[in-house]
């Protein structure tokens, strides 16, 4: 059974950092790509940054570029969101996903619904 599973949110203040992990088991994801999503109460889904797990190529989107870093660790088959400076607008619940990308990885970032496998999620509050 494949999952995977999101750890590491919690309440913080602004300008303060997280660091979240999502653990993946149940099959080997060096084919795919590795994302990290994020929805606050009433909103669409955020896409945030993708990495491929093998070669390790990332892309982020604009509103998180220069403050958040995706990052895997092969070995631990755990992969990672570094958040800093963080803001209340960053208030949200926050998503790993996998899936074998299809295009290239600038398109795999706003591609969400094509993505196979979710984890259930971290709540990320920041307080002003």
């Known amino acids: 059974q494949v999952q995977l599973v999101e750890s590491g949110g919690g309440l913080v203040q602004a300008g303060d950092s997280l660091r979240l992990s999502c653990t993946t088991s149940?099959?080997?994801?060096?084919?795919?790509?590795m994302g990290w999503f994020r929805q606050a109460p009433g909103k669409e889904r955020d896409s945030l940054a993708v990495i491929t797990w093998t070669s390790g190529h990332t892309v982020y989107a604009d509103s998180v570029k220069g403050r958040f870093t995706i990052s895997r660790d092969n070995a631990k088959n755990t992969l990672y969101l570094q958040m800093d400076s963080l803001k209340p607008e960053d208030t949200a619940v926050y998503y790993c996903?996998?899936?074998?990308?299809?295009?290239?990885?600038?398109?795999?970032?706003?591609?969400?619904?094509?993505?196979?496998?979710w984890g259930q999620g971290t709540q990320v509050t920041v307080s002003s």
């Open positions: 996903a996998a899936t074998i990308p299809y295009a290239p990885l600038a398109t795999m970032l706003t591609a969400g619904h094509r993505y196979d496998y």
């Open positions: 149940g099959r080997t994801f060096s084919r795919y790509a």
